[in-house]
Every structure is written in C-alpha cells, then in structure tokens.
C-alpha cells in the first residue's frame, strides 16, 4: 500500500463548477496535511495545509480533513482553466518537522 | 515571494562534463534540504536528503558517487551532476524545510527547479 495515494486523473471539469480532488493517507499518527499545485514544466508551490479535522476555506480553496478515515480533500469553487495543474497531496510524518511524502499527483483540466 | 532561489534555472551541457546547481533558502535557515528529479509527465522524485554539515542521506538507485550534494551552510546547498550523460536530462527541483522553533518549519518550499539538458 502507497502511503499517500491518489487518483492520477485526468479530472475533468467545466469552468464554473467545483473540482474535487481526494487524497488518502496510511499512517495514521500522521499531523499535517498539504496541498500543492504543479503547473506543467513548473515547481510546486504550497496552496494549503491542514491540521485539524474540519474544514480550511481560503477563498476559493477548501481543505478538509478526517483523520479517522484517513482522507484528505481539496475543494476548487467556481474553477477556473487558469487552475488547470496537477495536486499533489503531502503528509508529514508523525513528529513532523521531516520530509513530507507526496502522492503522485491528481491532474485537474478545467474545461472552458 | 519566494523563499527558496535555485540557480541556474536551466543549463545546456555536452555529455562527460559537470554541472552545478544552487539552492538557496532566502528567508530562513534549511536546516533539511531535498533534492527531487522530474522527467516529463512523471511524479517526483526524491534523490536525496542533505542536513546542514552533514553527508546526505540517498534514495535506493540514486547514484551519490554521480549527484554529488553539498550542504556547507543553513543556506545553500549544492547539487553537482559529475560525468553528465543525456539521460541525466531532466528537471532537478531543491526543496527546504527549517527544523523547529523558527521560520518556514512547517513544511518543504520548493525552489523553481533547474532544467538540465545533456548533448
């Protein structure tokens, strides 16, 4: 089993809708949750972390958490084509403060 | 703004020669720094983990006699590709995280990658 695992996608919306990226995770003494955005060609670059089971919103981003299932997720609202990347989901080790484990991605196209 | 600089950010070279890369924490002392490689329409790839003054710690299958990795300072590390062939061609990304009690502890951020081509 994959410690982080997610759908490789292509994940397919049109712009406007809410996209739905899903994430779950092995370890469960795990902490901290990220998200990261991959634009083709680019580095990733931190959009959102979370620590507790619930909900993040910022602006149009929306992390929940449920440590009990082990699951992640990223809301996109009212999706734009400019959203179009790949999202890797990150997981700190317990103890945090080491090297994250990233999943494999889940590559989002935002259909005009 | 960013926080981790990576210099160059690509680099053209002929096959047998070395090439060096910089990464460069700008904001906070990288007591770990990462360094991941990308080939295209692949996932990451950690190749090592270097702490500050000391020898880096390599991935199964990642040569460390061939990516040579210098972390002299809480702000700088090197990755030198010695012997480059064109299969070394690829998107080499650093990455840095500070230990904790001070700034940027609470993740890895990421430098915006070199992208190495071998002739």
């Known amino acids: 089993q994959k410690e982080v695992e997610q759908n490789s996608g292509p994940l397919s919306v049109p712009e406007g809708a809410i996209a739905s990226l899903n994430c779950t995770y092995s370890?469960?003494?795990?902490?901290?949750f990220f998200w990261y955005r991959q634009y083709s060609g680019k580095s990733p670059e931190l959009i959102m972390f979370?620590?507790?089971?619930g909900d993040k919103e910022d602006g149009r981003f929306t992390a929940q958490l449920n440590k009990a299932s082990q699951y992640v997720s990223l809301l996109i609202r009212d999706s734009q084509p400019s959203d179009s990347a790949t999202y890797l989901c990150?997981?700190?080790?317990?103890?945090?403060?080491?090297?994250?484990?990233f999943g494999t991605g889940t590559k989002l196209q935002v259909i005009p | 703004g960013a926080v981790v600089s990576q210099h160059p950010s690509w680099v053209i070279c002929k096959s047998g020669t070395s090439v060096k890369i910089e990464c460069r924490s700008l904001?906070?002392?990288?007591?770990?720094m990462f360094w991941y490689r990308q080939f295209p329409k692949q996932s990451l790839m950690l190749m090592a983990t270097?702490?500050?003054?000391?020898?880096?710690?390599?991935e199964q299958g990642v040569e460390k006699d061939k990516f040579l990795i210098n972390h002299a300072s809480l702000t700088l590390s090197t990755l030198t590709v010695t012997s480059a062939h064109p299969e070394d061609s690829s998107f080499y990304i650093c990455?840095?995280?500070?230990?904790?009690?001070?700034?940027?502890?609470?993740?890895?951020?990421f430098g915006p990658g070199t992208r190495l081509t071998v002739l």
């Open positions: 990455s840095a995280r500070a230990l904790a009690g001070g700034p940027r502890t609470d993740t890895q951020y």
């Open positions: 370890d469960r003494g795990s902490q901290s």
């Open positions: 979370i620590y507790s089971n």
């Open positions: 990150a997981v700190d080790p317990p103890g945090g403060y080491q090297k994250v484990t």
């Open positions: 904001d906070f002392q990288a007591t770990t």
């Open positions: 270097s702490n500050e003054g000391s020898k880096a710690t390599y």
